[in-house]
């Protein structure tokens, strides 16, 4: 069975371009809403999150909380252009994240650090079954 992966970019070729790149490999959904976040993630049981921070109705500060309390074994990955937030508001969307990707950013790096994020949760579930 293949990872289940959610693209989240307001900019289709961008989201396409990712989705048609990592198809082969991942099972990737796509949205440009920040709407659609949520419901997709719980009807498809996502396993890792790539999102641009900027995305039309939603706050990516309040995006991010709502995952990780609701979901708080899902790797994210932040991609961007720039930060227009401040230092402060910055620093706590990079905590937040698992990764960060400057766009444009090589396709080769981005896949290799979501192999290696799945492989990281992979194994914190499989510690977690072995203490429970």
Known sequence: MKHRILVVDNDPDVGLSIQEYLRDEFDVYFVQDGKQIIPTIQKNQIDLILTDIHI????????????????????????????????????????????????????????????????????????LKVNS
């Open 56 to 127: 039309p109705n939603v706050y990516i500060y309040n995006l991010l909380s709502q995952i990780r309390n609701s979901f708080p074994d899902i790797p994210i990955i932040l991609m961007y252009v720039y930060f227009d937030y401040t230092q402060e508001m910055e620093a706590t969307l990079r905590r937040m994240a698992d990764a960060l990707f400057l766009k444009p950013f090589d396709l080769d790096e981005l896949r290799k650090r979501i192999q290696l994020l799945l492989k990281e949760k992979k194994k914190i579930r499989q510690q």
